[in-house]
């Protein structure tokens, strides 16, 4: 089994939908981090959480939010999903040392 | 925040070929690391390496944190090696893990 998993690793939306990606991990890390890939534009970075009272915005945070329901899971929601929103969605963890490890990628397509 | 530079964006060699993938940073980081995402998508941890040398196999790396910059060196090309390579910093003011744009590697058989 993988030790960073996502879920959907696909999913097709319609614009004005909520959605939400899910990422669980079994590397007992702390830091959990949600990443988006654009063509062109590498992956930034929408929220990180170093614990579970602890949620951080990344570079492009707004149209999303997060909950970090436990150590091992933290979800990525949508509220009213925008075409602009369709990307590459990472989820990814890491001990205190910072050392990434990430998921396979949910490919997100908003309608 | 923090800049993150890569160059070049893309670069075509033939298979046996040698590389340098660089990577300007334009702050303090208290780590920096190098991934590959193959041609299916998925992200591979290179090297973790905040400062000096390090090696495996045919791949190489150096990062000079004084100077703001790290290398990553590829030598005898095989088309395995194609896909987009990307750098991350941890920036030293938050935590922060910022990537750069990528270099973009096809290597040609």
């Known amino acids: 089994d993988a030790d960073v998993t996502q879920t959907p690793r696909n999913r097709i939306t319609k614009t004005g939908k909520r959605i939400m990606l899910e990422c669980s991990q079994t590397?007992?890390?702390?830091?959990m981090y949600w990443y988006r890939q654009d063509p062109g534009l590498g992956l930034r970075l929408i929220y990180y959480?170093?614990?579970?009272?602890?949620?951080n915005k990344g570079e492009i945070s707004d149209g999303y939010s997060v909950s970090r329901q436990a150590q091992a899971k933290f979800s990525l929601s949508l509220e009213s999903a925008i075409p602009n929103q369709t990307a590459l969605y990472f989820c990814?963890?890491?001990?205190?040392?910072?050392?990434?490890?990430f998921g396979s990628g949910t490919q997100l397509s908003v309608l | 925040g923090i800049q993150v530079e890569q160059s070049p964006p893309d670069l075509i060699l033939q298979e046996g070929a040698n590389s340098t993938l660089r990577c300007n940073f334009s702050?303090?980081?208290?780590?920096l690391q190098w991934f590959h995402q193959n041609p299916w998508g998925q992200l591979i941890n290179l090297f973790y390496i905040p400062s000096g040398t390090k090696q495996n196999g045919r791949l190489s790396a150096t990062t000079v944190a004084t100077e703001r910059y790290s290398l990553l060196y590829i030598s005898s090309s095989q088309t395995t090696d194609s896909g987009v390579y990307f750098c991350?910093?941890?920036?030293?003011?938050?935590?922060?893990?910022?990537f750069g744009k990528g270099t973009r590697l096809h290597i040609l058989p």
């Open positions: 991350a910093v941890t920036w030293n003011r938050d935590d922060k893990i910022i």
């Open positions: 990814a963890t890491s001990g205190t040392g910072g050392k990434l490890f």
């Open positions: 590397k007992g890390h702390d830091r």
């Open positions: 959480s170093f614990d579970v009272k602890d949620i």
């Open positions: 702050d303090s980081v208290n780590n």
